[in-house]
């Protein structure tokens, strides 16, 4: 048994090595949805780009592994625009959180109304929430991404 595993180990290397990448970052990323990760964004980012960026981070890891697994050129300059794509969507959820929390914060205020005060601060953390939600999940997977390309550009004994 361990000597058919090596041999395949030997055949399709870069696959098992791939997929065992690809499931510690599945385990991870379900633990964090899990812990609850999945409401907070939902909750903090009123754009949906994390959604998105979620999904480019699936694809672009489903995309290298059948890559890997077919024998292919692995086409990186693929895997590179999707992890620049990945950060670029993180950073135009910043700019628009940021366009929300002003405009909408700042639209209405009256300093003298407690309420209106009060619905200007909501206003300014449902922005900031996106903006740093959709930063935040951008930088990951963008990391994430770069990690399995830089993975497979090592030399293996």
Do not use: H
């Not at 290397?13 to 633990?31: D, E, H, K, Q, Y």
């Not at 949906?48 to 692995?74: P, Q, T």
């Not at 969507?89 to 940021?98: D, E, K, R």
């Not at 206003?123 to 990690?147: C, D, E, F, K, N």
Request: charged letters at 15%; glycine letters at 12%.
């Amino acid at each position: 048994m361990l000597r058919s595993f090596k041999r395949s180990l030997q055949n399709n290397g870069p696959f098992v090595r791939w997929w065992i990448l690809a499931c510690a970052m599945m385990t991870v990323v379900s633990g964090v949805f899990l812990a609850g990760g999945a409401r907070f964004l939902s909750e903090n980012d009123s754009t949906g780009l994390s959604w998105v960026i979620v999904a480019i981070l699936a694809s672009g890891s489903a995309y290298y592994g059948v890559r890997l697994y077919k024998g292919e050129n692995l086409g990186q300059g693929v895997m590179d625009y999707l992890s620049e794509l990945c950060t670029s969507l993180g950073l135009l959820g910043t700019v628009i959180g940021l366009i929300v929390m002003i405009s909408e914060a700042f639209g209405n205020l009256n300093i003298e109304d407690p309420e209106s005060l009060k619905s200007s601060l909501v206003a300014m953390s449902s922005g900031i929430g996106t903006a740093l939600t959709t930063t935040l999940v951008g930088l990951t997977s963008s990391i994430l991404l770069g990690l399995q390309k830089r993975f497979f550009e090592i030399k293996w004994v």
